[in-house]
């Protein structure tokens, strides 16, 4: 019975050690997310006014260009995932994997070839274990994104669009990432970066039913929009990888703290049963003399007569 008793110590013990941890990174991570509002929300008016400028070379002019431009034959499809570096996070990287795949699917189903761009290890070894080939991948920052690292995310998705599709360039740029709603939900979403639509980025921007004003381009509205281009991309990686580490920290927290809370709950059982041991420990310890007690009693009586 003792030995038991011991078990159930060592137990708790080991269980409330990981309470603590996981408290603690509870704490961490919601520390975090506010940070990571607050950066979500100053990156967003230069994205605005940015989207607003694209919209309005191209609803000013009539130049064909990659950026606001359709083919009329897409034949190859960029998909951009950004998933973790960490786990702990419940199913952040796994439902944002999950809408690439579908993504991924669909375009598939369009007659699409589909090359594919990973952002976080956990998006990576998901790949490499099934053998799936990725054209280009970035681990190290998606708890912490900085616009560096949106450009060095952008510089490859920028030259396949610029190129044609028999030279390994694509007609569409598609983005997949979670989206962070509130601190209880986070969804994960796919976009199509590029071609821009107009009617969509002029919502987005607020400019939808505006009269833009006429301008004059110099040197011209191709070379304006080349010029946009890369910081139009980079604009809204940045933006998707705020958002995906704000959502990161916010699944962190969500499942640290309910990993806490079954620590709590499995102490208190645990303690029950301890409880419980140590009442039989100790009531066969009082038979156990009760029974000695009686023994030498009734040896003593024969041993009178």
């Excluded at 990156?43 to 070379?57: C, D, I, N, Q």
């Excluded at 190290?140 to 028999?166: N, R």
């Excluded at 995906?244 to 916010?250: D, L, N, T, V």
């Excluded at 009686?294 to 024969?302: F, H, P």
Aim: glycine letters at 6%; a neutral charge.
């Amino acid at each position: 019975m003792g030995a038991q008793l011991r078990v159930y110590k060592r137990r708790i013990r080991s269980v409330t050690a990981t309470k603590k941890i996981t408290k603690a990174m509870e704490m961490i991570a919601a520390s975090r997310i506010v940070k990571a509002q607050r950066k979500v929300a100053a990156s967003a008016p230069y994205a605005t006014e940015l989207t607003r400028a694209v919209t309005a070379v191209a609803t000013g002019s009539n130049t064909n260009h990659p950026l606001t431009t359709e083919a009329e034959r897409p034949a190859r499809a960029a998909v951009l995932l950004i998933t973790s570096d960490r786990g702990l996070a419940g199913g952040y990287s796994s439902n944002a994997i999950k809408a690439a795949d579908r993504l991924t699917e669909r375009l598939r189903g369009e007659g699409k070839e589909v090359d594919s761009f990973i952002v976080g290890r956990k998006g990576v070894a998901y790949y490499g274990f099934r053998e799936r080939k990725v054209a280009d991948s970035w681990t190290g920052f998606t708890d912490s994104p900085e616009y560096a690292d949106a450009k060095k995310v952008a510089a490859p998705l920028i030259e396949a669009v610029q190129k044609d599709t028999s030279q390994g360039g694509v007609d569409e740029l598609h983005i997949v990432f979670t989206e962070f709603v509130s601190m209880m939900t986070q969804t994960p979403v796919e976009n199509r970066m590029l071609p821009l639509s107009l009617e969509k980025a002029a919502e987005e921007s607020g400019a939808k039913g505006e009269i833009l004003p006429l301008f004059d381009f110099e040197p011209s509205a191709e070379d304006v929009l080349d010029a946009l281009l890369p910081r139009y991309v980079e604009s809204r990686i940045y933006n998707a990888l705020l958002q995906a580490a704000a959502s990161e920290h916010a699944a962190r927290r969500r499942a640290m703290k309910s990993a806490t809370d079954n620590a709590g709950e499995l102490i208190n059982s645990l303690s029950r049963l301890a409880n419980a041991a140590r009442q039989a420990e100790i009531t066969q310890e009082i038979s156990e003399i009760v029974g000695g007690s009686s023994a030498l009693a009734d040896a003593t009586a024969g041993s009178d007569k």
